[in-house]
């Protein structure tokens, strides 16, 4: 669990937004981590000739052709989204932690091909990023080292994924468990995905294996990894990382880095 006088992640409270007509927002935070936003409602504003000149500037030829390939206008706009944020967070982190500028377009994102991790977002670059979208926005996250970031537009939960969120009694009336108690159901959801996104492994791994145990003022959270995910995480533990989450414009949103 994380101790509670471990140094904040300062600021991440000031430096977020999510406005949907606010095209692209970058920030930086402690860490060192760069994230980046881009509106998704913006870009379905957009006619075909606008979206079309955006790719053209921002993707690779590779990219482009895989854009083609999408039919539904809904990932489509998800896709764009999506490789957007990832390469401004990275061309922002390149210009201020290693004093480099990149073109978007020469930023290329893959993924990892295949296990237990396949999906990952990858970049040619020595960096890690995150990405994960929600409704109106794609929001990235990019570091030295691994990042996982989830975003949950606020929203009545199923009830059987609400069931699984909802603490046991006896775990809400235990000392340290009232500011967990205390989540919305989303926030929850989106800090075990963020964990388990941080670890590459996404929902292969039972979100249950990541268990709540705190969550501070400053949106500071601690969690503690159950076996299966120790077993292919052995160094699966809070207290090596920085985690955070809180409920920002609407949506909530969960950090975890190192």
Not at 187 to 203: I, S, T, Y
Request: hydrophobic share 40%.
């Amino acid at each position: 669990m994380t101790s509670p006088g471990r140094v904040p992640a300062r600021g991440l409270d000031e430096i977020l937004a999510l406005d949907p007509s606010r095209p692209l927002y970058v920030s930086h935070a402690r860490g060192p981590l760069t994230i980046a936003v881009v509106s998704i409602a913006w870009l379905r504003g957009r006619d075909e000739a606008d979206r079309a000149a955006i790719g053209a500037r921002h993707l690779s030829d590779d990219e482009l052709d895989q854009a083609a390939q999408l039919h539904l206008r809904k990932r489509q706009l998800e896709w764009l989204a999506g490789r957007l944020a990832i390469k401004h967070s990275v061309c922002a982190y390149q210009r201020r932690h290693v004093g480099t500028s990149v073109r978007p377009r020469d930023i290329t994102v893959g993924a990892v091909p295949g296990g237990l991790r396949a999906g990952k977002p990858t970049v040619n670059a020595r960096v890690e990023v995150g990405l994960s979208h929600s409704a109106d926005f794609a929001v990235a996250a990019c570091g030295p080292r691994a990042v996982g970031i989830d975003l949950e537009r606020r929203r009545q939960m199923p009830p059987l994924l609400a069931e699984l969120l909802t603490l046991p009694p006896e775990a809400s009336a235990g000392p340290g468990f009232g500011s967990v108690g205390a989540m919305p159901l989303s926030l929850r959801w989106a800090c075990k995905e963020a964990v388990l996104k941080h670890f590459g492994f996404g929902l292969r791994i039972d979100s249950r294996e990541v268990q709540l145990t705190k969550w501070w003022p400053d949106g500071r959270f601690a969690w503690r990894a159950g076996p299966e995910l120790r077993r292919h995480a052995p160094a699966a533990d809070s207290t090596r990382l920085d985690s955070w989450a809180r409920d920002v414009d609407g949506y909530a949103l969960a950090l975890v880095w190192q």
